[in-house]
């Protein structure tokens, strides 16, 4: 088991910024790659970034590059996302996920976080 605790959202203004992390416990060595994903109300779950734990490659959803960047701290197994030149429509929950493998955008990681909320007003 792998147990994943997200912090960090909250209500920011429109062109702000946020961070959040992802704490990481349990089994971690089975972990692979780590990703997150966000739900608006009403919308279904998309992918918004994911990260290689081992190598460290990355990769982004059209929507977020240039203005998301996912990294992470092998000592503290913690995961990030620097959220940057935030628009209203990335107002959403925001889930913390990780999978031993495949293919980083698809959902079907193993394990979830509770999620946090990320509000960005215009």
């Known amino acids: 088991q792998v147990q994943l605790v997200e912090s960090g959202g909250g209500l920011v203004e429109a062109e702000g910024s946020l961070r959040l992390s992802c704490a990481a416990s349990?089994?971690?060595?089975?972990?692979?790659?780590m990703g997150w994903f966000r739900q608006a109300s009403g919308k279904e779950r998309e992918f918004v970034a994911a990260?290689?734990?081992?190598?460290?490659?990355?990769a982004y959803a059209d929507s977020v590059k240039g203005r998301f960047t996912i990294s992470r701290d092998i000592a503290k197994n913690t995961v990030y996302l620097q959220m940057n030149s935030l628009k209203p429509e990335d107002t959403a929950v925001y889930y913390c996920a990780s999978k031993r493998a495949g293919l980083v955008y698809s959902q079907d990681y193993d394990y979830w976080g509770q999620g946090t909320p990320v509000t960005v007003s215009s």
């Open positions: 990260i290689i734990w081992s190598g460290g490659s990355t």
């Open positions: 349990g089994r971690t060595f089975i972990t692979s790659i």
